[in-house]
C-alpha cells in the first residue's frame, strides 16, 4: 500500500489572455481522502486537475503533494496517476500490454513488470483478460483497464477525469461504487472531477464545487446539500425551492416573512436583517387534501398541482402557489393515486427544514 499523501493547492490563478479560468484557488485533498471536483462545464474543474497532474501551469500559486512542491516538476516526475474519460487505450496492444505500458517506461525487470500487471488485473476483476484487446472488451472493462494502467505504477494520488461520462446510466452507478472500493482497498488520496451532482455526493468524502474558477463551497456532500453557502449551490446540488422574503432577528433565531408564507420563525439567526431567500428543498415539502387535518408544526400554503412527473421512488409535483413555483417530493406508494394536474393541494414547509440564503 502506498503511503497516504496530502494534496495542497494554494492561491492558484491560470487566465488564458483576458479570460480567468481559475481565481485564487486554494484547497486540500487529505491523506487517503476521495475528494471531488464539481461544476458546471466551464467552471475550470479539469483545469485545476491538469494543473495537479502537470499538464498545465498557473500563473500564480503553488501546488504541493506530499509537503513537496511540485509547481514546477514535470508530470512524469510528479509520480501521479491519471484515467482519462476516453480511457486512452492503444487499440493495437493487449490488455496486459497497456497495463505495462507505464512500466516498461520506468525501465523495471521483466519479472516485476509482470507482476504488477497480474496484480492490478486482478485488482480490478479482469485476471483472465490480459490476452484481450480493448475493442474486444466492454465499455465498463475498458474503463477497468485504464484503472489498472494507472494503479499499476503505484502512483502517489489517483486523478479521474469523468471517467464515467462514456458509461450508460446503470454502469455508471456499479462503477462509480468499484472505483470508491478500489479506492478504499488502495488507501489512495483520490482526486475525481464531474459534473454529474448525485455522482459527487455518492462516492466522495469531500466535494468542491466550482463555478467560473472560483471556489464556491467545500464540504460534506451533507453539508452542500444541507447548508448550501450560496444560492449558486442550493440551485446546483440537487433541487431547491427559493423563497424570496424579508427577515428580522427574533429572541429564539429569526422571523422570515413573504406574502406567500407570511410569518415563519427560524432557529438561525440572520446574518443583517433586510431582503433575503430562503431555500426549502422537494422532499422537506408535504402535501395534503384541501380538507385534510393539517400537521400544526408546518407552515401550510394553498396551491394547485399544475405538473406530475413519475419517477419511480417518488413523484415530484410542481405546484403554483400564489406567485411562486414550488417542487415537492412525494413517496410513491403502490395503490395511492396521489394528486393529479388540477387539484387543489395544501403545501407544507417545514420551517426546521429552511436554509437561508442571502438576497
Same mark, same amino acid.
Given at each position: !500500500?502506498?503511503?497516504?499523501?496530502?494534496?495542497?493547492?494554494?492561491?492558484?490563478?491560470?487566465? &488564458?489572455?483576458?479570460?480567468?479560468?481559475?481565481?485564487?484557488?486554494?484547497?486540500?485533498?487529505?491523506?487517503?481522502?476521495?475528494?471531488?471536483?464539481?461544476?458546471?462545464?466551464?467552471?475550470?474543474?479539469?483545469?485545476?486537475?491538469?494543473?495537479?497532474?502537470?499538464?498545465?501551469?498557473? /500563473?500564480?500559486?503553488?501546488?504541493?503533494?506530499?509537503?513537496?512542491?511540485?509547481?514546477? $516538476?514535470?508530470?512524469?516526475?510528479?509520480?501521479?496517476? !491519471?484515467?482519462?474519460?476516453? &480511457?486512452?487505450?492503444?487499440?493495437?496492444?493487449?490488455?496486459?500490454?497497456? $497495463?505495462?505500458?507505464?512500466?516498461?517506461?520506468?525501465?523495471?525487470?521483466?519479472?516485476?513488470?509482470?507482476?504488477?500487471?497480474?496484480?492490478?488485473?486482478?485488482?480490478?476483476?479482469?485476471?483472465?483478460?490480459?490476452?484481450?484487446?480493448?475493442?474486444?472488451?466492454?465499455?465498463? /472493462?475498458? +474503463?477497468?483497464?485504464?484503472?489498472?494502467?494507472?494503479?499499476?505504477?503505484?502512483?502517489?494520488?489517483?486523478?479521474?477525469?469523468?471517467?464515467?461520462?462514456?458509461?450508460?446510466?446503470?454502469?455508471?452507478?456499479?462503477?462509480?461504487?468499484?472505483?470508491?472500493?478500489?479506492?478504499?482497498?488502495?488507501?489512495?488520496?483520490?482526486?475525481? $472531477?464531474?459534473?454529474? +451532482?448525485?455522482?459527487?455526493?455518492?462516492?466522495?468524502?469531500?466535494?468542491?464545487?466550482?463555478?467560473?474558477?472560483?471556489? /464556491?463551497?467545500?464540504?460534506?456532500? !451533507?453539508?452542500?446539500?444541507?447548508?448550501?453557502?450560496?444560492?449558486?449551490?442550493?440551485?446546483?446540488?440537487?433541487?431547491?425551492?427559493?423563497?424570496?422574503?424579508?427577515?428580522?432577528? #427574533?429572541?429564539?433565531?429569526?422571523?422570515?416573512?413573504?406574502?406567500?408564507?407570511?410569518?415563519?420563525?427560524?432557529?438561525?439567526?440572520?446574518?443583517?436583517?433586510?431582503?433575503?431567500?430562503?431555500?426549502?428543498?422537494?422532499? #422537506?415539502?408535504?402535501?395534503?387534501?384541501?380538507?385534510?387535518?393539517?400537521?400544526?408544526?408546518?407552515?401550510?400554503?394553498?396551491?394547485? $398541482? #399544475?405538473?406530475?412527473?413519475?419517477?419511480?421512488?417518488?413523484?415530484? &409535483?410542481? *405546484?403554483?402557489?400564489?406567485?411562486?413555483?414550488? *417542487?415537492?417530493?412525494?413517496?410513491?406508494?403502490?395503490?395511492?393515486?396521489?394528486?393529479?394536474?388540477?387539484? #387543489?393541494?395544501?403545501?407544507?414547509?417545514?420551517?426546521? /427544514?429552511?436554509? !437561508?440564503?442571502?438576497?
Amino acid at each position: !500500500m502506498q503511503t497516504k499523501v496530502r494534496v495542497e493547492i494554494e492561491n492558484v490563478s491560470l487566465s &488564458y489572455g483576458r479570460v480567468e479560468v481559475l481565481r485564487e484557488v486554494s484547497l486540500t485533498a487529505e491523506p487517503g481522502e476521495f475528494f471531488a471536483l464539481l461544476g458546471p462545464s466551464g467552471s475550470g474543474k479539469s483545469t485545476l486537475l491538469r494543473l495537479v497532474a502537470g499538464f498545465t501551469q498557473a /500563473q500564480s500559486g503553488r501546488v504541493l503533494i506530499g509537503g513537496e512542491d511540485v509547481t514546477r $516538476v514535470p508530470p512524469w516526475k510528479r509520480n501521479l496517476g !491519471m484515467v482519462f474519460q476516453n &480511457y486512452s487505450l492503444w487499440p493495437h496492444m493487449t490488455v496486459a500490454e497497456n $497495463v505495462a505500458f507505464g512500466l516498461e517506461e520506468r525501465r523495471l525487470p521483466r519479472d516485476v513488470i509482470r507482476d504488477k500487471v497480474t496484480a492490478a488485473l486482478g485488482l480490478v476483476g479482469l485476471a483472465e483478460f490480459g490476452g484481450r484487446r480493448p475493442n474486444q472488451l466492454s465499455g465498463g /472493462q475498458q +474503463q477497468r483497464v485504464a484503472l489498472a494502467r494507472t494503479i499499476a505504477i503505484e502512483p502517489k494520488v489517483l486523478l479521474l477525469d469523468e471517467p464515467l461520462s462514456n458509461l450508460d446510466a446503470k454502469l455508471r452507478v456499479h462503477m462509480r461504487g468499484e472505483i470508491l472500493a478500489l479506492q478504499r482497498k488502495l488507501g489512495i488520496t483520490t482526486i475525481f $472531477v464531474t459534473h454529474d +451532482q448525485e455522482e459527487a455526493l455518492s462516492i466522495s468524502d469531500r466535494v468542491a464545487v466550482l463555478e467560473a474558477g472560483v471556489i /464556491q463551497q467545500v464540504g460534506t456532500p !451533507m453539508e452542500l446539500f444541507d447548508r448550501p453557502a450560496n444560492r449558486f449551490i442550493a440551485n446546483f446540488v440537487g433541487t431547491v425551492n427559493l423563497l424570496a422574503g424579508t427577515v428580522e432577528p #427574533a429572541p429564539q433565531g429569526a422571523v422570515f416573512e413573504s406574502p406567500l408564507t407570511g410569518r415563519i420563525t427560524l432557529a438561525a439567526p440572520p446574518a443583517r436583517a433586510g431582503a433575503v431567500q430562503i431555500a426549502v428543498r422537494p422532499h #422537506a415539502l408535504a402535501l395534503a387534501a384541501p380538507g385534510a387535518a393539517p400537521d400544526p408544526a408546518r407552515i401550510w400554503v394553498d396551491g394547485i $398541482v #399544475a405538473e406530475r412527473e413519475f419517477l419511480g421512488e417518488f413523484v415530484r &409535483y410542481r *405546484i403554483r402557489a400564489g406567485d411562486a413555483d414550488l *417542487i415537492a417530493d412525494q413517496p410513491h406508494l403502490a395503490g395511492e393515486p396521489g394528486f393529479a394536474p388540477g387539484n #387543489a393541494v395544501k403545501v407544507g414547509i417545514n420551517p426546521a /427544514q429552511v436554509k !437561508m440564503l442571502g438576497a
